[in-house]
């Protein structure tokens, strides 16, 4: 099996040269003009006849310091995630979205379980025990997609073909969408994201009312 | 420093040093996940003598330090077990009398009924503190326990019911107090930063009050009638010299009327600024009643 995923893996990387693969560059900026992090980018081919190459990686998405390690991962239908417990605290790590139901209770530090997440979607996940902690998961139908920095910037490379590009961030309320065709030569594309208030639960420590003794 | 000797306070300096991965694994396991937090209030209340008699009642600054310790551990799917130390001290530095020391350990389990943070969370809390005053016949030690009903509506807007119990053992009778509380507090993140959070209570049981010497002299001598005569002459009293020489301390049964309102900004993720105003009414068993207000800022961050 490895070796079939090997030769598939680098029959796509000959495609790439050999059908010019192109470079798609987006810049995401919210409303405001300040570059935005955390989008995600993605390029599903029109045309579906021609067979996608399988994930070549595995997502990691670790639990540190009471926080996920990443806020916003980006895989590939069919990929496994590993969600490894790198704290030295509990976590009850779930998630409840649609796209894929699960959870980790009692999920002790060096617990590494995983999961193949072969739909497309967006799965939020959460910590029981730390109601604070949230993270994302995307689920794309491609192997072209990016996230974009701290400076708003993403790459992609795709062979040349027509695709459907689609825009994600967890504030904004409807992904932005076009269709877009890749020639020889690069592309690019700025986005202007609609974000809404950022409205996770804070985690900071409070003080508590005093007492009449 | 000898962690076999002295554990939770290598695990404080480690999280007061910033923890090195060489240094956790030279701790003990069950110390690993230990949370340290602390807390620094400055306040000033008007009426901290407790007093019914206006023209003698004292106001003054306090200041209080108190350093938590809490380690969390999951019992089962929806059932989570917390247990952890508190230390406090407080100072009130123009009547020096009242200052104290308590620490004592924390049990709590609690029960999340679902998933996610929108889940109502029901939590029992326990608690001993031994206390240690300049007032000896005020040193001894508190029981408390404490049921929660918690519920966020949304992500920034949360509501909490309350119902505590707590008793003092101290020394002397005159500081012995048994108290139940029922409260209802909401928390509202305006934004990142932003908290509006508020607390509304009722206390009913016994309470310490104070007298200035003159005043308690004619109250135990009918001076101030005979209702006052008639219940005074029959609770525990000493004299304390608490907000000044003579002063007098008493125990009487009471209810309070509790009421707080606190703006909260957050500095960072593991530190907080709070200034928050709180407001007693007090009206013991005979009809005597007093106010009591503080405005306090504190300083709080989690290590």
């Known amino acids: 099996m490895k070796l079939r995923q090997l030769l598939v893996a680098l029959a796509f990387t000959g495609s790439l040269a050999a059908g010019a693969a192109a470079e798609f560059s987006v810049t995401a900026r919210n409303t405001k003009g300040e570059p935005v992090a955390d989008a995600v980018v993605s390029l599903v081919p029109a045309d579906r006849s021609t067979p996608l190459p399988p994930p070549a990686t595995e997502g990691v998405i670790a639990q540190q310091e009471q926080e996920f390690t990443n806020y916003v991962t980006v895989v590939q239908s069919g990929t496994k995630v590993v969600f490894p417990n790198k704290d030295t605290v509990q976590h009850h790590v779930y998630s409840l979205s649609k796209a894929k139901k699960f959870e980790l209770p009692l999920y002790n530090p060096g617990s590494a379980e995983s999961f193949v997440f072969d739909a497309p979607g967006v799965i939020a996940l959460g910590c029981n025990i730390h109601d604070w902690m949230l993270a994302y998961l995307v689920v794309v139908p491609t192997p072209y997609f990016a996230k974009t920095d701290a400076l708003g910037a993403a790459r992609v490379n795709a062979p040349a073909g027509r695709y459907h590009v689609e825009v994600w961030h967890p504030r904004q309320a409807l992904n932005q969408q076009e269709d877009l065709t890749l020639a020889d030569t690069a592309v690019a594309r700025e986005f202007t994201l609609s974000l809404k208030p950022d409205r996770r639960i804070r985690r900071g420590p409070e003080a508590k009312a005093g007492d009449y003794r | ?303």
């Open chain 2, 1 to 303: 420093m000898n962690c076999r000797r002295s554990p939770l306070l290598f695990a404080f300096a480690l999280a007061l040093t910033g923890r090195s991965a060489a240094a956790e694994e030279a701790m003990p396991a069950w110390m690993s996940g230990l949370h340290f937090s602390a807390a620094t209030t400055v306040a000033w209340t008007e009426n901290i003598s407790r007093t019914s008699f206006e023209p003698t009642r004292k106001d003054a600054a306090t200041y209080a330090f108190s350093l938590n310790a809490s380690r969390p551990q999951q019992l089962a799917r929806n059932w989570l077990l917390s247990a952890g130390a508190d230390a406090d001290y407080l100072s009130v530095p123009d009547f020096s009398r009242n200052d104290s020391v308590s620490g004592g350990p924390r049990l709590g389990v609690q029960y999340k009924f679902g998933l996610g943070p929108l889940a109502p969370v029901l939590r029992l809390d326990t608690a001993y503190n031994h206390r240690s005053s300049r007032i000896a016949a005020n040193r001894g030690g508190t029981a408390e326990a404490g049921l929660h009903l918690a519920k966020r509506l949304t992500e920034s807007f949360r509501l909490a019911l309350n119902g505590e119990w707590l008793e003092h053992y101290a020394r002397s009778a005159t500081f012995d107090i048994q108290q139940r509380t029922v409260s209802v507090d909401a928390s509202w993140d305006i934004d990142e930063h932003w908290r509006l959070s508020g607390s509304a209570g009722r206390l009913t049981g016994r309470i310490v009050a104070n007298a200035a010497p003159q005043v308690w002299a004619q109250a135990i001598s009918g001076g101030l009638g005979a209702t006052v005569f008639n219940y005074y002459t029959t609770i525990p009293w000493e004299v304390t010299d608490s907000y000044g020489a003579g002063w007098t301390s008493y125990n009487v049964e009471a209810h309070a009327d509790l009421w707080s309102a606190a703006l909260g900004y957050s500095l960072s993720d593991r530190t907080n600024l709070e200034l928050r105003t709180s407001s007693v009414f007090v009206v013991n068993r005979i009809g005597i009643r007093y106010p009591s207000e503080s405005w306090g800022l504190s300083l709080i961050h989690r290590f």
